[in-house]
């Protein structure tokens, strides 16, 4: 089915190859429309990146961003299905086939609008989503080519529109990868293509407008945690004019998005701006105030005068293996040596940035997730020379993003699968000197459906490693629980609710990791988006009960 | 939200004591619990301090610390009026309070300020308290009088015999202990060894010996896990499940050796800090 009007075969790399092909893709389109063997042959569009030894020096941001030629020859690649099969793969539902319609159309204030229609975050979706396990697996693009990584690349597109929206991300710091200029690219692109931009289509993008707030209603919504449901229940209530406060633990707001996700895959500026915008609505942000301690629920509602609470505190309580050796100097939760590296800086210890982490050479990390690879590619930008992921299945089997996995390989990180710890092995001052791991096999699937790994008996070995780093996930937060009697749990500790994300107790809705178990930013957000509409209607009802 | 130190002095040979605005913390701090705070901005060190007392009326919290590291001696460096950026809390389960009967509550060096609130919410509930403090010497002694006030007996020792009975804590503790009737509870808080120790004075006597832990803390959520110690052979979250422990059970030995684990970066940061204050002539 592949089509022979362009050459598929030789990528097209030049900037000046790729105008060339815009251009002609344009006039085609223009001149009768463009066939699905064309837009079928358009190259997938790579996206520009660090180079792999360069980075691992520093916690730039690894991915670069799409030129605007690039975003428009993606766009293109989007047949525009009828029954577009890749919204249904989004949690969010947004109308993908109309966002990228806009952008190969250059209209990216419309896709933006498009998008922003169903998601608050889309700078950070496009960058964090699993967007091969949802929108793009579903792309007829990619079963057309029998290769989901062929399919439309959605997140990345996602991502060029919010950035374009407001250029909030500074260029890369690193000298000599700067992205190509867009606004340049906007011009040239302009002056080739007949049909492409004429002056009054010229993207005038402003800062982020903030966005329009309802007149007051006299009603007060708490929101506990800052995390991406957090910041989307807080956003979604305050414009329907209630008065909102968010309530954070930390000194920073942004949730994992600041102290989980590294620098390098998410740029703190981004969270930073979504925050700020926050304030310009006249949310009110309060950090180091941990609900369940500084003030419960109860004192919240019944003394504060909160007529609505949004619980989004996240997962909590880091797993450990129980095994040997795990209470060994040397050894982290992900959670902790993230959090140390990130919000703490330090990265910059001994320069500005006091907070101390293990000046690790060689590093063990176990687990095969987002956070397994974000913490062994923070290891590498920490200085460790060598840097192993362990995971007891194959890669195959890995939740984190393949895109992850793949920049973790070109880092150097040493993929041990098929392996996973036995014990930790200390010496006398009670330091970490090496993992002894057993070989596994793959058994029959288990109820998730994945393999189960076996292992093999008489298999152990030894890795020499100074830290161990272990990234097998969380259980619940407890401290809520513990604080606020009347909620409900389930037996792992996570808050139930209904379909419109309420809680047992009336006026108190929840979201996020702390209901899904460790889940995803777009999942979070969808939750708190559900919840916002869900805390509007009562209180709009709660406040006609008031007047009368 | 910024905190400003209302006032602050030297209490002792690098002992030091300051009241800070914290109006929520001071209305909702029960004795037993700990604040996390961080003097300034983004890259800096968050530490916890216990808190040595409250005064809800003027919605101020007392913090008593002991210069040991960059985080305290940049604190030290503080004056009245100046802020601290974030302080978080309270934290911690609060201690648990009941008529016990007779009990002994041990202070060692800067442990007494956060044993403090606990022996007054002792007394105030009707216990007999009998109070060990103890010192290296005597410039490093704080709030004697204050116990003074809530104990029904005192004794007070210095490691050096400077100030009052040469003695480690423990003597005098095996002492309490070897009376009949023995101390129904015992309430212990100071440096890790001595705890240790003092836990192996009460336990052959068989009197129940709670400890307040000391951890290297991260969030104080329970989010990291990075202040775990072993309890009964099971991992606990010090900031979640603590600071509170039934000292029989703890296992110190381990939880030293992870107490070291930054020692050697901390005191690189504090010999910058050092260098950094003579040039600016501090
Ligand atoms: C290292 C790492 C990498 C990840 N990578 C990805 C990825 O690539 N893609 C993806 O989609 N997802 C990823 N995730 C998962 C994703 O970040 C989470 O699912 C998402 O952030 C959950 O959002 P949330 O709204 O539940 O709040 P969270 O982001 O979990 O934030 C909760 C907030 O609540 C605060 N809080 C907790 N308790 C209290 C309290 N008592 N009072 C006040 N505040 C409190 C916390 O300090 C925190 O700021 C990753 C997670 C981690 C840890
Ligand atoms: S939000 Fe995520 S899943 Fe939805 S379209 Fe965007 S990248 Fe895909
Ligand atoms: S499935 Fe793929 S090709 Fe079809 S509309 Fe969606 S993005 Fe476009
Ligand atoms: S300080 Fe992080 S879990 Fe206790």
Known sequence: MVGTAHPTKAPIVTSEERKKLLQDLLVKKDSGGLKTKDRLAIPPQEMPEQDATARCRNVGEVALGYTEEQARLEAMRCLQCRNAPCVEGCPVRIRIRDFTGAIAEGDYRQALAIIKENSLLPAVCGRVCPQEVQCQEKCTVGLSLKDVSKAVSIGRLERFVADWRDERVPPSRVAGILPASRGQDALDTKEQGRNALSPSHLPTFSPSSTPTVAPPTGMKVAIIGSGPGGIVAAADTRRAGHEVTVFEAFHKPGGVMVYGIPEFRLPKAIVQQEIETLRKMGVKIVTNFIVGRTRTIEQLMKEDGFDAVYIGVGAGLPSFMNIEGESLVGVYSANEYLTRANLMKAYQFGSGADTPIARSKRVAVVGGGNVAMDSARTAVRLGAEKVYLIYRRTEKEMPARVEEVHHAKQEGVDFHLLQNPKRILGDASGSVVALECLRYELGEPDASGRRRPVAIPGSEFQIDVDTVIIAIGNQANPLIRQTTPGLGFNKWGNLIVDENCKTSMEGVYAGGDIVLGAATVILAMGQGRIAAAAMNEYLAKKRECRKS | ?282
Request: aromatic share 6%.
């Open chain 2, 1 to 282: 939200m910024s905190h400003k130190i209302v006032s602050k002095r030297q209490v002792g040979e690098d002992v030091f004591w300051a009241q800070v605005e914290a109006p929520l913390i001071a209305k909702a701090r029960k004795p037993g619990q700990f604040i996390i705070l961080s003097i300034d901005g983004d890259g800096s060190e968050r530490i916890p301090l216990t808190i040595a007392g409250v005064n809800p009326g003027s919605g101020t919290i007392e913090l008593i610390w002991q210069r040991v590291g960059k985080t305290t001696a940049a604190l030290a460096d503080l004056k009245e009026g100046d802020e601290i950026a974030n302080i978080a809390g309270p934290l911690g389960t609060p201690t648990h309070i009941e008529r016990f009967g007779t009990v002994v509550c041990v202070g060692g060096g800067i442990g007494n300020a956060p044993l403090l609130p606990i022996a007054t919410a002792l007394k105030q509930a009707g216990n007999r308290v009998i109070s060990i403090l103890g010192a290296r010497d005597r410039s490093r002694l704080i709030l004697e009088d204050r116990f003074a006030e809530v104990s029904d007996e005192l004794i007070v020792c210095t490691d050096d015999g400077s100030y009052r009975r040469k003695a480690l804590v423990t003597e005098p503790l095996k002492e309490v202990c070897q009376r009949s009737p023995k101390p129904d509870h015992a309430f212990v808080i100071g440096p890790t060894l001595m705890m240790k120790f003092c836990c192996e004075v009460t336990r052959p006597f068989g009197v129940p010996t709670q400890v307040s832990l000391n951890t290297i803390m991260v969030d104080g959520t329970g989010m990291c896990g990075g202040c775990r110690v072993e309890v009964d052979g099971a991992p606990k979250f010090v900031c979640v499940d603590g600071p509170e422990f039934d000292g029989h059970k703890v296992n110190f030995d381990l939880m030293i050796k992870r107490m070291n684990a930054y020692k050697k970066q901390e005191q690189q940061a504090y010999e910058e800090y050092k260098q950094h204050r003579c040039k600016i002539g501090l």
